[in-house]
């Protein structure tokens, strides 16, 4: 993974002397910054589309970034770029787009499916008509972390913070429309435009975590640290908390990882995230029938079925 | 006039004349039939998101097949056949959500760039093209025995789904009903998970792992459109996919810059959007026309 003729890093134990490595060249330096960014508004934003059941928009949005991403390659501006456009322009296509409603759920999906593999296919265009650049669409789909320029992270910082600064104004209501939509609506609170905001930033945070993850992986950055987290506390404020806190930790192993390792971060990154799914699945096992006797005069609460039946 | 005739007689000779040409169509006629059938099903059992799972699956166990030195198709097949039967195995139990399946078929997705670069760092035979082949297809890098093999494959599945059709549709349509008569609609529903998964590897052999689920859904969802009757439906969605495939590889050999999984899903996505669009503004003409409004309501 690593640049021509730079000595190959390996571990040497000593937690200190690896870290101080790891900072060693500028490149990876960059790729920690763009790293942190982008676990924190993935992370973010991630949160409320869990919520909010959304997570195949998350999906559909970044697979269509990857066209995206290899035009812009193709015309030579960066694909970071591309990603922003493509992703945002597709949030606001979902939005707009009546909701196919009437013909049914099952025809909904087949145009889904169709299209996804259309925008992928276009993708596949572009990166056949950029010769040479075979390599570059594995790092397309499957992230990267090399060459993240100065410039880049600056304009991530910038789209970051223009998405939090968003999320600020709008969590709460948000949170309100996304629990509960139909009493939101009758308090005034304006659902459908919180929804297309919603969206669009959704095709910010989904453009911000092709960067690190590629277009395929974004679940790792955008599903896996809020679903962790929503398993192991409800409260809104520490589980939104410990969603940026998962998403940093994750994104800073891997890129640790595909430094000291020859595999790539997507695998890395995909990884981790993925081990501490499937550890609070155990952990919140384990809550669940600790408390059990407790619970079972309650077993009306919303809450609990939901994670009895899992 | 007749020149010109005799230049685009020419070209045809010439263009199925190319050996590699043949072997994309012999396979890819094949495969788009089992794809469209296959597709009718899916749509018809809304488990289209079953067919994009395994398109991740399918990259993965080829790319696993490759890294450790095995035939791709091998990994493939075993891949795609196994999570199918395992996701059977699976549906009584309710539909996962979506932040789990996504989840594990994400992580799955990451281990197959995993074996990707295992694949591409340690095998000296290795070329950097074999992860993009196996996500976007090379139909017409096929030899002439994996295209026979491919379309043997694909006639096997068409029989097989042939031989379930009756009781597939039953249970497709109304599976409680269907138990009561005493039709197996569990094993059908397995038996089903199982073909998908090999049809899903088949696709991507002519499509590609990523390009799998259009040519599987857009053919069956345009024939969902165009008929309410099945065997016609199923009829129409084989034949569409076959159409769409021989465009497509028509449209690639002419325009080489445009590579022929692009070409196929092109073709594809344009006849279901076309056919939508029709249906639409048939519908709503007959909507607003009060002659028909039986019809109306039936849609």
Redesign the interface.
């Given at each position: 993974m690593l640049v021509a003729g730079a000595a190959s890093p390996s571990l040497t134990g000593n937690l200190v002397e690896d870290v101080r490595q790891l900072f060693v060249y500028p490149f990876m330096v960059n790729a920690f910054r763009a790293g942190t960014i982008v676990a924190v508004l993935a992370g973010v934003i991630g949160w409320f589309m869990?919520l909010r059941?959304q997570?195949?928009a998350g999906?559909t949005l970044a697979v269509v970034g990857f066209p995206g991403a290899a035009g812009a390659t193709l015309l030579g501006i960066g694909a970071l770029y591309g990603y922003f456009t493509f992703c945002v322009a597709a949030a606001v296509g979902i939005a707009l787009l009546p909701s196919a409603r009437?013909r049914g759920?099952?025809?909904e999906?087949?145009?889904t499916?169709?299209?996804?593999?259309?925008f992928?296919?276009?993708g596949?265009?572009f990166?056949?008509?950029y010769k040479g650049f075979?390599?570059g669409?594995?790092s397309l789909?499957?992230?990267s972390f090399l060459g993240i320029t100065n410039q880049q992270v600056v304009v991530l910082a910038v789209v970051a913070a223009v998405g939090l600064g968003a999320m600020a104004l709008m969590g709460r209501p948000l949170l309100f429309a996304s629990i509960d939509a139909d009493v939101a609506q009758a308090r005034s609170v304006p659902v459908r435009a919180l929804g297309v905001a919603f969206l669009i930033l959704l095709g910010l945070a989904a453009a911000e975590a092709s960067q690190i993850t590629?277009s395929?992986?974004v679940?790792?950055l955008l599903?896996?640290p809020p679903?962790t987290a929503q398993r192991l506390t409800t409260r809104p404020a520490s589980s939104l908390a410990l969603t940026v806190g998962i998403g940093l930790l994750v994104t800073w192993l891997g890129l640790a990882a595909a430094y000291y390792s020859?595999?790539?971060i997507?695998?890395w990154?995909?990884?981790f995230?993925?081990a501490a799914?499937l550890l609070s699945h155990l952990a919140g096992a384990g809550l669940v029938r600790r408390r059990a006797p407790v619970v079972a005069p309650s077993v009306g609460r919303a809450d609990v079925p939901s994670r009895v039946d899992r | 006039m007749t020149a010109e005739l005799l230049a685009i007689q020419g070209g045809l000779v010439g263009m199925f004349g190319q050996p590699f040409m043949q072997n994309a169509l012999v396979a890819g006629t094949c495969i788009a039939a089992a794809s469209g059938l296959v597709g009718y099903f899916l749509v018809l059992r809304s488990q289209v998101f079953t067919a994009d799972a395994l398109s991740h699956v399918a990259f993965t166990g080829a790319l696993a097949a490759l890294a450790f030195g095995i035939d791709l198709r091998l990994g493939l097949f075993v891949a795609t056949v196994g999570v199918g039967l395992f996701m059977g195995t699976l549906e009584p139990r309710g539909r996962a959500d979506d932040v789990v399946v996504g989840s594990v078929f994400a992580w799955v997705l990451g281990l197959g760039a995993l074996f990707l670069t295992i694949y591409s760092t340690s095998r000296s035979t290795g070329n950097g093209t074999a992860g993009v082949n196996v996500l976007f297809g090379s139909i017409f890098g096929l030899s002439r025995s994996q295209a026979w093999t491919a379309a043997a494959v694909a006639v096997g599945i068409v029989v097989v789904v042939g031989i379930v059709a009756r009781p597939l549709l039953f249970s497709s349509i109304d599976a409680d009903v269907a138990d009561a008569r005493g039709v197996p609609v569990r094993l059908i529903g397995f038996i089903f998970l199982g073909v998908v998964g090999a049809c899903a590897a088949e696709a991507t052999q002519a499509v590609g792992a990523l390009l799998l689920l259009g040519l599987l859904a857009a053919p069956a969802g345009a024939a969902h459109r165009l008929t309410g009757r099945p065997v016609v439906a199923m009829v129409l969605a084989s034949a569409l996919a076959i159409g769409e495939l021989w465009a497509g590889l028509v449209l690639s050999y002419w325009v080489p810059s445009m590579p022929p999984s692009f070409a196929i899903l092109a073709v594809a996505t344009a006849v279901f959007l076309g056919v939508l669009i029709v249906t639409q503004v048939r519908g709503r003409a007959q909507a607003e026309s009060p002659v028909v409004p039986v019809e109306a309501a039936r849609r």
């Open positions: 869990v059941k997570s195949f999906h009437g759920f099952s025809e999906n087949a145009i499916g169709t299209i996804g593999a259309f992928l296919a276009c596949f265009l990166i056949s008509l075979l390599d669409v594995n789909l499957f992230g590629g395929l992986l679940f790792a599903v896996m679903a020859p595999y790539p997507g695998f990154v995909t990884t995230a993925f799914y | -």
